[in-house]
């Protein structure tokens, strides 16, 4: 009797003991590059979820041309400075805990900030409060231009943040540029701004540059009130450098 003559097939796998551990190593080498992929896209996302904030561009947009001849005749604008209205949320968002001003000089990257009393006396539709007060009621975007009258500015751009928005931004401002992806992810994701994506990076490059984590405040005149506290706008435009007197 004739036998047949046996052929290996190339095209099937030769059975192996380590065939289905090599297996359960890919799918988990797979898992975990996915779960990575996405944690990273979904952290980039929301490091941008509150930027083109609507409710803060349109009291950006409703703000008053300031009157510079009714704070002094020989005041004159600078041109080229960019100025940021910076309210703090306190640490579960409900209140204000601080309010700034930054000035940034986009001709030589150069950087003042002031800071407002959290009470400063402002009017509204409604009659006179304190900020910190329209903040807790309204929450900032009605805060902006009431405060953009007091101050006589008409603020670049806005920026609610988080109470942890200053220590990240000195830790930035401290760390090289090239190492810095990280924290800017995180300060990024504690800003809620008027600012659009690629804009909100752009002012992080130029407060990089001029490192704001550590820019001194400017000095000006403010005087307690009934109503709360009031402040020279004039010495406060001058000390910016948002005028020259």
């Known amino acids: 009797m004739r036998r047949r003559a046996r052929f290996e097939r ?23 590059a996915s779960i990575l992929i996405f944690s990273y896209c979904y952290t980039r996302a929301e490091s941008y979820a509150h930027f083109n904030n609507p409710n803060l561009e349109d009291a950006r947009d409703n703000q008053h041309t300031p009157d510079i001849a009714a704070l002094s005749a020989s005041a004159r604008k600078v041109d080229g400075i960019d100025t940021y209205l910076v309210l703090t949320r306190s640490e579960d968002g409900s209140s204000l805990k601080w309010a700034s001003i930054f000035a940034l000089n986009t001709n030589n990257g150069m950087m003042t900030r002031a800071e407002l009393p959290v009470d400063l006396a402002i009017s509204t539709n409604s009659g006179t409060t304190t900020l910190s007060a329209l903040f807790a009621s309204n929450g900032g975007p009605d805060c902006v231009v009431p405060v953009s009258d007091v101050a006589s500015i008409r603020f670049t751009h806005i920026m609610v943040v988080n109470h942890n928005f200053w220590d990240l931004l000195k830790t930035y401002c401290n760390t090289p540029e090239d190492q810095a992806r990280e924290i800017a992810t995180s300060l990024r994701a504690s800003i809620t701004t008027d600012l659009s994506n690629r804009s909100a990076d752009d002012m992080l490059s130029q407060f990089h540059t001029g ?33 020259t007197a």
């Not at 095209?11 to 898992?31: G, K, L, N």
């Not at 000095?219 to 450098?241: P, Q, R």
């Open 211 to 243: 490192d704001a984590g550590d820019v001194a405040g400017v000095s000006y005149t403010t005087a307690e009130g009934a109503s709360g506290s009031t402040i020279n706008a004039l010495e406060l435009n001058v000390a910016l450098g948002v005028l």
């Open 10 to 32: 190339t095209d099937v796998p030769t059975p192996s003991p380590r065939r289905d551990a090599i297996a359960v190593a890919a799918i988990i080498v797979v898992a975990i």
